[in-house]
């Protein structure tokens, strides 16, 4: 079983190279952005309120994205049982932290963190991209912006974080999506998910 963070700024790949992943390894796919998507389409409660926050470029508060987390992954028990791959979680300290505690209460953990990386300038591009092509609403300049400043400040950090926990795999994130997904599964086919748990000892 192998439980595994896609880490990076918005616009660096982590959906596209999810898909692959997810293709190759068989996981589990939880992206938090697409869940509260939904949930914004369906008109709920929680989606009204995200929508607030996501519309300016912001993240939902800590507690509440938790207990989205732990709905997603207890709903769904028997596909969570092949691996998880996390996609837009944790983007702070405080996620990481409750995201490790969620983990062990279940008997397992992050196994790795894939970390893509991309320049500002080619992110911007992208994103401007995609926000023309499929209408995503918080594609636009100005919440780009916000939502650059936002993982620079708040989400960034998690990559010392992993690193200290010998769990964080960077991965040059330009490039074809076969050469990026190449790089990723060099890094995953040489995970030991039985000892990485001593990693940080
Ligand atoms: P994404 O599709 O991962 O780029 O997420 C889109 C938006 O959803 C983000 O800009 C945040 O406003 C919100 N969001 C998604 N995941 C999280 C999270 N783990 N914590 C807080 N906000 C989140």
Request: net charge negative; glycine share 8%; aromatic share 6%.
């Amino acid at each position: 079983m192998l439980n595994l963070v896609i880490f990076g700024a918005p616009g660096s790949g982590k959906g596209t190279q999810s898909e692959r992943i997810i293709d190759r390894y068989g996981l589990y796919h939880i992206s938090t952005g697409e869940v509260l998507r939904d949930q914004i389409a369906r008109g709920t409660q929680l989606g009204k309120l995200a929508d607030k926050y996501i519309s300016q470029g912001h993240l939902i508060p800590d507690d509440l994205m938790v207990k989205v987390l732990a709905d997603e992954i207890d709903s769904h028990p028997d596909e969570v049982s092949r691996g998880i791959i996390f996609d837009g979680f944790p983007r702070t300290i405080p996620q990481a932290e409750e995201l490790t505690r969620l983990l062990k209460e279940r008997g397992t953990e992050v196994h790795a963190v894939v970390g893509l990386e991309v320049e500002d300038t080619e992110l911007i591009e992208r994103m401007l991209k995609r926000g023309r092509d499929t209408g995503r609403a918080d594609d636009n300049p100005d919440t780009i912006k916000e939502r650059l400043n936002v993982y620079h400040s708040q989400t960034q950090p998690l990559r010392e974080y992993y690193h200290k926990q010998n769990k964080f795999h960077p991965v040059p994130g330009s490039g074809s999506v076969d050469h990026v997904f190449s790089h990723i599964s060099r890094h995953l086919d040489n995970i030991d998910t039985e000892s990485s748990s001593n990693a940080n000892i």
